[in-house]
């Protein structure tokens, strides 16, 4: 299976940061690193760790985090209470790949490292990028909308899900290398989220004629 996606946490309050941490660390493929508190001790643990994202607050004992955010070449989304259309301007005008409103529920910042991981699995992929797949990458940074009413997915579901990409189509078998599951818990994931209308299912047919399920993202 791939490696887990690193995430640093710099927020100065220490119990707001070791929840977030909670947070981080109940989402599959995510690793919280232990939190920072100050923009200094931020730059000496993306120097020595290498986080592949880092979640900022924006009110720092040493420094804003906006203008840290200017030094750090690296993913970040910001974390912070701050609300005003300025501070959000400027966060995604310096590189903020999200920004977040304090307090936020975990549920929230699940959707938002969910949103990540599929952002990077698209520009993952082999090859040069076309427009189409720049503008699934932008698309895939942006969470969508949780309805109380909607079924709660388990975590290996969410993966599963997360596994397909937007206009192409899957065998059980390839999501299930993609995953990092046995074929037929890939299997039963995808038939559960065809039944909810999360997934298509296509039949096509092989050279023998034996009918083979390919899954698909829904037509947007």
């Known amino acids: 299976m791939p490696e887990d996606f690193r995430v640093l946490i710099v927020d100065d309050d220490f119990h707001v940061a070791k929840l977030h941490a909670t947070y981080v660390d ?15 001790l931020a730059l000496q643990a993306i120097h020595s ?33 701050a609300s005003d259309a300025e501070s959000l ?4 005008r310096r590189g903020a790949l999200g920004y977040l409103l304090k307090p936020f529920t975990a549920e929230s910042l699940s959707q938002q490292l969910r949103s990540y991981a599929r952002y990077r699995r698209l520009l993952g992929q082999p090859g040069a990028l076309d427009q189409g797949s720049v503008e699934r ?15 709660p997915r388990s975590a290996t579901e969410a993966a599963v899900l997360e596994s397909l990409v937007a206009g192409e189509q899957y ?23 065809a039944d909810d209308g999360a997934v298509d299912i296509q039949l096509r047919y092989g050279t023998t004629g034996r009918p083979e ?8």
Do not use: N
Request: aromatic letters at 6%.
């Open 26 to 40: 109940s989402v599959a493929g995510f690793l919280a690193l232990a939190p920072v508190g100050s923009a200094s």
């Open 89 to 92: 301007r400027k966060a995604f």
């Open 171 to 193: 065998s059980a078998v390839e999501v299930a290398t993609r995953v990092g599951v046995s074929r037929a818990t890939a299997q039963r994931y995808l038939s559960s989220l």
């Open 137 to 151: 990458a932008k698309r895939a940074l942006i969470p969508g909308d949780v309805t109380p009413a909607a079924k």
């Open 213 to 220: 399920h390919r899954y698909s993202l829904p037509a947007s």
């Open 49 to 81: 760790l290498r986080p592949d994202l880092v979640l900022l607050d924006v009110y720092l004992p040493d420094a804003s985090g906006l203008d840290l955010l200017q030094q750090l070449d690296v993913d970040t989304m910001i974390l912070s209470a």
